[in-house]
C-alpha cells in the first residue's frame, strides 16, 4: 500500500450517506482513479457539490472501484464527513493544503513528520547521504556501537571504546584501565625518564644492560637476591647479611667461623674470637697490634675482654690505643685516659646545675602530668591542674551573671550610651536618659518646676 499523489484525476460519484464513496468514472478531459492507482492504495481527495465539499485520504479498492473515507481532513460539515444528498458531484484526486511543503516569506520549510528522501541532504558544504545519516540512526548517548557516531551522555562519558589511536595530544583528568586510575602525578612520574637513571619524583626503568644507578635510600621488607650489590652510602640491615664473599675498601675479607679469625694483611693486624672456659664469659675478642706497625693499628688489650650473657655487658682489663670511628653506639659507660670530640680534648665532665637560677637546667617534681600548667616552688618547677592553678590565683572557674550576692552583672541593653544612668533589671543593667530617670522616679526636670512655680505665682495673683 502506497500513498499515490496523480494529476488530473477526476470521476463522478452518486454515493449518498457516509459511506465509502463508489466511482462512476471520468469526467471528460480527466482521467479515472483506476488508471492511476493499485490496490489498497491511498490518495489525497476533494469530493464537492459545488455547494458542500469534503477533503481527506481515502483507500483504493480496484474491485468495484470504490474509495473509502479513511481520514476526513477538511470539510464544511466541521471537518467531519458529509452525509450526501441524492446527485451527483465530482471526487478527484488533490494535495490538501495542510499537506503541503512551502518556503515562508523567509525561505524556510517547516515539516512536522518524517522526511523521507532517496538520494541525499545537501546543508552548506555538507552532503549527507544515508549512510552518513545511519552512523547517527538509533544512538545511545554514552555508549560506544560499531559503525556508529560517539555521543557522550549526560554526564560528558563515552564508554566502551576499543582501540583509540591519536596522532597528537590526549588532554584527560585521568585514564582508567580495568582497576587502575591513572592520573596526572601518575603521568608524571612516567614522563622524562631516562632509563638506568634514578630522578626524584619519577618512576626507575633499568637500561638495556638492566642496570640502574642513583638509588639513595631504598628500604626493603623482604628479601634482596642480587649477584653484585655497591653500597656507597650506609647501609643499615636488620636481618641477616650472606655472601660468597665481601670486601672491605677493595680489600678481600676472608671470615674463618669456629674460633673466628679474621685476617688482614694490609693493616698486618687481625681480630681472634675464641670461647672462654669461664661460663660468664664467651666469645673473646683481641685486637692486636702487629709488631712491624707503627702507631696504633687499632684497640689493644693487656686484658681479656669478658662478656656476661645474663647482663649483656662487655667489659675488659685495660684499652690502649685509640678508637676511630665514623659512627657508634655506647649504651654503657666509656671510660678512658683521654677523649677528643672533632680534634679537642674533652678533659671534664660538663656537670649541669639545675635550679631556677639564671643559666639553671628546670628540675621537675613528681606528680606533674600532661596538660598541667606549671608554677616555680624553691628551686624546681611543680605541675599545676587547671583547679588548681585558680585555687592558687583566687579565681573562679566561671562566672555567674545576675543581681544577686557575689553575680557577675552584666549589660542588659543594646543601645547603651554615654553619659547615661543604670537601672537593675532581672538580668543585670539597662541603661536609662535624664528624661527616663525622672518618669521612673515621678520627678520633673528644674526647668519644668521653674515654669510651675511661675506658673502657680501668677494663678495665685
Given at each position: 500500500?502506497?500513498?499515490?499523489?496523480s494529476?488530473?484525476?477526476?470521476?463522478?460519484?452518486?454515493?449518498?450517506?457516509?459511506?465509502?464513496?463508489?466511482?462512476?468514472?471520468?469526467?471528460?478531459?480527466?482521467?479515472?482513479?483506476?488508471?492511476?492507482?493499485?490496490?489498497?492504495?491511498?490518495?489525497?481527495?476533494?469530493?464537492?457539490?459545488?455547494?458542500?465539499?469534503?477533503?481527506?485520504?481515502?483507500?483504493?479498492?480496484?474491485?468495484?472501484?470504490?474509495?473509502?473515507?479513511?481520514?476526513i481532513?477538511?470539510?464544511?460539515?466541521s471537518?467531519?464527513?458529509?452525509?450526501w444528498?441524492?446527485?451527483?458531484?465530482?471526487?478527484?484526486?488533490?494535495?490538501?493544503?495542510?499537506?503541503?511543503v512551502?518556503?515562508?516569506?523567509s525561505?524556510?520549510?517547516?515539516?512536522?513528520?518524517?522526511?523521507?528522501?532517496?538520494?541525499?541532504?545537501?546543508?552548506?558544504?555538507?552532503?549527507?547521504?544515508?549512510?552518513?545519516?545511519?552512523?547517527?540512526?538509533?544512538?545511545?548517548?554514552?555508549?560506544i556501537?560499531?559503525?556508529?557516531?560517539?555521543?557522550?551522555?549526560?554526564?560528558?562519558?563515552?564508554?566502551?571504546?576499543?582501540?583509540?589511536t591519536?596522532?597528537?595530544a590526549?588532554?584527560?583528568?585521568?585514564?582508567?584501565?580495568?582497576?587502575?586510575?591513572?592520573?596526572?602525578?601518575?603521568?608524571?612520574?612516567?614522563?622524562?625518564i631516562?632509563?638506568g637513571?634514578?630522578a626524584?619524583?619519577?618512576?626507575a626503568?633499568?637500561?638495556?644492560?638492566?642496570?640502574?644507578?642513583?638509588?639513595?635510600n631504598?628500604?626493603?621488607?623482604?628479601?634482596?637476591d642480587?649477584?653484585?650489590?655497591?653500597?656507597?652510602?650506609?647501609?643499615?640491615i636488620?636481618?641477616?647479611?650472606?655472601?660468597?664473599?665481601?670486601?672491605?675498601?677493595?680489600?678481600?675479607?676472608?671470615?674463618?667461623?669456629?674460633?673466628?679469625?679474621?685476617?688482614?694483611?694490609?693493616?698486618?693486624?687481625?681480630?681472634?674470637?675464641?670461647?672462654?672456659?669461664?661460663?660468664?664469659?664467651?666469645?673473646?675478642?683481641?685486637?692486636i697490634?702487629?709488631?712491624?706497625?707503627?702507631?696504633?693499628?687499632?684497640?689493644?688489650?693487656?686484658?681479656?675482654?669478658?662478656?656476661?650473657?645474663?647482663?649483656?655487658?662487655v667489659?675488659?682489663?685495660?684499652?690502649?690505643?685509640?678508637?676511630?670511628?665514623?659512627?657508634?653506639?655506647?649504651?654503657?659507660?666509656?671510660?678512658?685516659?683521654?677523649?677528643t670530640?672533632?680534634?679537642?680534648?674533652?678533659?671534664?665532665?660538663?656537670?649541669?646545675?639545675?635550679?631556677?637560677?639564671?643559666?639553671?637546667?628546670?628540675?621537675?617534681?613528681?606528680?606533674?602530668?600532661?596538660?598541667?600548667?606549671l608554677?616555680?616552688?624553691?628551686?624546681?618547677?611543680?605541675?599545676?591542674?587547671?583547679?588548681?592553678?585558680?585555687?592558687?590565683?583566687?579565681?573562679?572557674?566561671?562566672?555567674?551573671?545576675?543581681?544577686?550576692?557575689?553575680?557577675?552583672?552584666?549589660?542588659?541593653?543594646?543601645?547603651?550610651?554615654?553619659?547615661?544612668?543604670?537601672?537593675?533589671?532581672?538580668?543585670?543593667?539597662?541603661?536609662?536618659?535624664?528624661?527616663?530617670?525622672?518618669?521612673?522616679?515621678?520627678?520633673?526636670?528644674?526647668?519644668?518646676?521653674?515654669?510651675?512655680?511661675?506658673?502657680?505665682?501668677?494663678?495665685?495673683?
Open positions: 500500500m502506497a500513498l499515490v499523489i494529476d488530473r484525476v477526476k470521476e463522478t460519484t452518486t454515493t449518498t450517506g457516509t459511506g465509502t464513496y463508489n466511482l462512476g468514472g471520468a469526467v471528460t478531459g480527466f482521467e479515472t482513479f483506476t488508471a492511476n492507482l493499485s490496490n489498497s492504495d491511498t490518495t489525497y481527495y476533494a469530493c464537492t457539490d459545488n455547494t458542500d465539499f469534503e477533503v481527506g485520504i481515502g483507500t483504493f479498492t480496484a474491485s468495484g472501484t470504490t474509495l473509502a473515507r479513511t481520514t481532513l477538511a470539510s464544511s460539515n471537518n467531519n464527513a458529509v452525509s444528498s441524492s446527485g451527483t458531484r465530482t471526487i478527484f484526486c488533490t494535495l490538501p493544503a495542510s499537506k503541503t512551502f518556503l515562508d516569506a525561505g524556510n520549510a517547516t515539516i512536522g513528520g518524517t522526511v523521507t528522501a532517496t538520494g541525499s541532504f545537501i546543508i552548506g558544504s555538507a552532503d549527507m547521504n544515508e549512510a552518513d545519516l545511519e552512523k547517527l540512526d538509533g544512538i545511545t548517548n554514552g555508549t556501537a560499531a559503525s556508529k557516531a560517539v555521543v557522550v551522555d549526560a554526564n560528558k562519558d563515552a564508554s566502551s571504546f576499543r582501540n583509540l591519536a596522532s597528537g590526549i588532554t584527560a583528568g585521568s585514564f582508567v584501565i580495568g582497576s587502575a586510575d591513572i592520573n596526572e602525578n601518575d603521568l608524571e612520574a612516567i614522563d622524562g631516562t632509563a637513571t634514578v626524584a619524583s619519577k618512576a626503568i633499568v637500561d638495556t644492560n638492566k642496570d640502574i644507578t642513583g638509588f639513595r631504598v628500604t626493603l621488607t623482604g628479601e634482596l642480587a649477584a653484585t650489590l655497591d653500597i656507597s652510602g650506609n647501609a643499615d636488620d636481618g641477616t647479611l650472606e655472601a660468597d664473599a665481601i670486601t672491605v675498601n677493595g680489600t678481600a675479607l676472608n671470615t674463618v667461623i669456629a674460633g673466628v679469625t679474621v685476617t688482614n694483611a694490609t693493616n698486618a693486624a687481625h681480630v681472634s674470637v675464641a670461647d672462654n672456659e669461664n661460663a660468664n664469659e664467651e666469645n673473646l675478642i683481641t685486637f697490634e702487629d709488631a712491624s706497625a707503627t702507631g696504633n693499628v687499632g684497640l689493644e688489650s693487656d686484658g681479656d675482654f669478658s662478656y656476661n650473657p645474663s647482663t649483656g655487658t667489659s675488659a682489663t685495660i684499652f690502649k690505643g685509640n678508637i676511630d670511628a665514623v659512627d657508634g653506639d655506647f649504651d654503657g659507660t666509656l671510660e678512658a685516659d683521654a677523649i670530640l672533632n680534634g679537642t680534648a674533652i678533659t671534664a665532665t660538663a656537670t649541669l646545675d639545675t635550679g631556677i637560677s639564671n643559666n639553671n637546667v628546670p628540675k621537675f617534681t613528681t606528680g606533674v602530668a600532661d596538660d598541667d600548667f608554677r616555680v616552688a624553691g628551686t624546681a618547677i611543680e605541675g599545676r591542674s587547671a583547679s588548681e592553678v585558680l585555687s592558687d590565683i583566687g579565681g573562679q572557674a566561671s562566672l555567674t551573671f545576675g543581681i544577686s550576692n557575689t553575680n557577675a552583672v552584666k549589660i542588659d541593653s543594646a543601645s547603651v550610651a554615654d553619659d547615661e544612668y543604670a537601672r537593675f533589671t532581672a538580668n543585670g543593667l539597662e541603661s536609662r536618659s535624664t528624661s527616663e530617670v525622672l518618669s521612673d522616679i515621678g520627678g520633673v526636670s528644674a526647668a519644668d518646676a521653674s515654669n510651675d512655680a511661675t506658673a502657680l505665682a501668677i494663678a495665685l495673683g
